[in-house]
């Protein structure tokens, strides 16, 4: 049964701070993993889709990678603000099946 | 207006009292998902619908019943509510076509007293 992991549960960064958010899964036979962000009582806003066959996607500030093989993908916030404070949340997609989501990483930037 | 939609936004109900989640979406695609996220558990799936003849049990489908109308509108049901029930409900959709990522509505917050 495939199992998703977010490291660590929660992170707290000064503003400016380039960080990186973790997810590992256990069953390699993945058809993408998507990053969303979550604010608190809110719905998920997705950020970056990565297909299988891809390694990376970039959207502004953040840069997700994949490493099919070793179960991993990473999510890179660049030059980190208040704003960016948020619950991020990994998931992936089997093939016929719907989201397998990690527990999430909660972030506070402070000012 | 919002790709994907969700009513009621929030609900307080009774025990044993029959309950029904509404999603509708317009963004013409074939798949919809009903979650449900608890704080601690994340996320779960509790139904998957492919086209509206395939619908199909998540992994907490227990207590739970769905219905897809047509394809934009899928609907939840929780046919005796119980307070365990209470929990952050979420439809999401995607497009078989594409690359199936999911795109989700604001979420229903629904409490069982």
């Known amino acids: 049964k495939q199992e998703v992991t977010q490291i660590p549960a929660a992170l707290s960064v000064p503003e400016g701070e380039n960080l990186v958010l973790n997810c590992s899964f256990t069953d390699s036979a993945i058809y993408n993993l998507q990053w969303f962000r979550q604010d608190p009582g809110k719905g998920l806003t997705s950020l970056l889709l990565i297909q299988s066959s891809q390694r990376e996607q970039t959207s502004g500030r953040l840069n997700a990678s994949l490493d099919k093989s070793s179960g991993r993908s990473t999510l890179y916030i660049a030059a980190s603000q208040p704003g960016d404070s948020a619950t991020y949340l990994c998931?992936?997609?089997?093939?016929?099946?719907?989201?397998?989501f990690g527990k999430g990483t909660t972030l506070s930037v402070s000012s | 207006d919002a790709d994907v939609t969700q009513t009621p936004r929030n609900r307080i109900t009774k025990t044993g009292k029959r309950i029904m989640l509404e999603c509708s979406q317009t963004?013409?695609?074939?798949?919809m998902y009903w979650y449900r996220q608890d704080p601690g558990l994340g996320l779960q799936l509790i139904y998957y619908s492919f086209d509206v003849k395939d619908i199909n049990k998540g992994e907490i489908s227990d207590g739970y019943s769905v219905s897809r109308q047509a394809q934009a509108k899928f609907s939840l049901s929780l046919e005796s509510a119980i307070p365990n029930q209470t929990a952050l409900y979420f439809c999401a959709t995607s497009d078989s076509r594409t690359d199936y990522e999911q795109f989700f509505g604001p979420g229903t917050r629904l409490t069982v007293l």
């Open positions: 963004k013409g695609h074939d798949r």
């Open positions: 998931a992936v997609v089997e093939a016929g099946t719907a989201l397998i």
